[in-house]
């Protein structure tokens, strides 16, 4: 069985570590919040301005200047601080954010990552993935493996770049892979979904990937 998104999130939290700086992007990367593991301290950084983002609001409790950058309505805690785009481009780009947990259209087997240009519809802009991908310690794509029937996975990617050679690893409805980019020695799957086998992958798959000696089911 393939995950749901819920269940990508999870692994995705997994990657967290205590005391760590965290941006998460918009879609399934948002849920990744409900799974910061108990005890964890993280501090939610997002670009519009507010580091310490708190949980989701429930509904009636809604303040509707409290935002995270996709626009949803979360709360803050004892620890928030706010601050200018600015300064908040300035944590970015100056390396301070420890992991930045994206969704994609298209992963490259080199680590490039294509998440801001949907085809055939109009959009505003790149946001502030491109200084993401380009300023954090490490990149995480969650995305489904597939759309339309057509691999997110790819040789090279074909649709405008938000950064080239910058994705550490992808968690996927499938599975997990990570991408080497210091030493450019690919992609290399390290985990699969429960009861997903090796050449269902494979199947869907168009980048080229090894697969650990050490790979988790």
């Known amino acids: ?43 939610l950084q997002s670009e519009n301005g507010m580091l310490g983002t708190g949980p989701f609001p429930f509904e009636g409790e809604e303040d509707a200047d409290l935002i995270n950058a996709g626009k949803q309505t979360v709360t803050e805690l004892p620890t928030t601080s706010y601050f200018n785009s600015a300064d908040s481009f300035a944590m970015i780009r100056g390396g301070h954010i420890d992991i930045a947990i994206l969704g994609a259209m298209q992963v490259a087997e080199n680590g490039d990552i294509a998440n801001w240009m949907i085809p055939g519809k109009l959009v505003k802009g790149m946001g502030g993935a491109m200084d993401l991908v380009g300023g954090v ?55 699969l979904a429960p009861d997903v086998t090796l050449d269902e992958i494979k199947g869907k798959t168009q980048a080229s990937f090894k697969v650990a000696n050490t790979l988790k089911h």
């Open 1 to 43: 069985m393939a995950w749901t998104r819920e269940q990508m999130a999870e692994r995705a939290a997994r990657e967290l570590r205590d005391g760590f700086y965290v941006n998460l992007g918009i879609g399934i990367p948002t849920l990744v919040s409900n799974f910061i593991p108990a005890g964890m301290s993280v501090q």
């Open 137 to 191: 310690k490490k990149v995480v794509v969650v995305m489904e493996h597939s759309a339309k029937g057509e691999s997110k996975l790819l040789h090279r990617c074909n649709l405008p770049l938000t950064g080239a050679g910058v994705v550490d690893m992808v968690i996927t409805d499938l599975g997990v892979f990570t991408i080497d980019r210091k030493n450019r020695s690919g992609m290399t799957l390290i985990e």
